[in-house]
Structure formats: C-alpha cells, structure tokens
C-alpha cells in the first residue's frame, strides 16, 4: 500500500471488545500483519491495549511482543472511563497507571525510533 501513498501512514492498535475465536490471529499478530502487508508504521496506543487487558486476557504485554518494534513510529497513552461494565477508550479521564502489566517508561526505552 506505501508505495501508492504520497505519504507515511500507520494502523492504530485498537480496542477489541470481541472474544477470540478458535483459530483466529491474536490482536498482536494482526495489527503486524497488517503494518508488514501495507508496509506502514503502527501507532501503539497503551490505553485501548490496557482496555483489551481488561476487557480480555492476554496482557497488553503478550501483544507488545508480537509487534515489530521498528514500525511503531508513535505512542499513544490517554484515559478513559467505564460504561455498562465496558472500559472504553476515550479522553474523558486521565489514563490509570499501575493497573496494567503495561510499562510506558519502559517500553519507550525499548522502542528504536523514541526520543528520549
């Protein structure tokens, strides 16, 4: 897909609310899928994995190792709050940290392309 854009794009990791089915790719496996097939970066945005987490297992942290860390070109880290035992994705609160086997500060450590 790249070389038909005139500019760099990325794939977002996103909030899946849906159970895995048998078979079916893991959210790490497929969000790299898609940034390897379209040739683009990835925004990795901790809160909708930490949303996945609570939503359900596996841990953020089992996504992040599934993802090629030279293609996340940006990280994403906002809040949200809880509708009718959902936790949705959304700026309305700060994000909730010490909740998640995420680590931003140390994640970032290990991304090739953060400034530091």
Same mark, same amino acid.
């Given at each position: ?9 990325? /794939?977002?990791?996103?909030? +899946? ?10 959210? !790490?496996?497929? @969000?790299? %899928? ?8 990835? /925004?990795?945005?901790?809160? +909708? ?10 841990? !953020?942290?089992? @996504?992040? %190792? ?8 940006? /990280? ?5 709050s809880e509708f009718q035992g959902y936790w949705l994705d959304g700026p309305l609160r700060p994000p ?21």
């Amino acid at each position: 897909m790249a070389p038909h854009l005139p500019v760099p794009f990325a /794939v977002e990791t996103g909030v +899946n609310y849906l159970q895995p089915c048998a078979g079916e790719m893991s959210d !790490g496996a497929f @969000v790299a %899928a898609v940034a390897e097939a379209a040739d683009c970066g990835i /925004v990795l945005d901790l809160h +909708n994995l930490w949303a996945n987490e609570t939503e359900r297992p596996p841990a !953020g942290g089992a @996504v992040l %190792a599934e993802l090629p860390l030279e293609r996340i070109w940006e /990280v994403h880290l906002a809040g949200g709050s809880e509708f009718q035992g959902y936790w949705l994705d959304g700026p309305l609160r700060p994000p909730c940290p010490g909740r998640s086997s995420l680590s931003p500060g140390g994640f970032c450590r290990s991304c090739p392309r953060s400034r530091r």
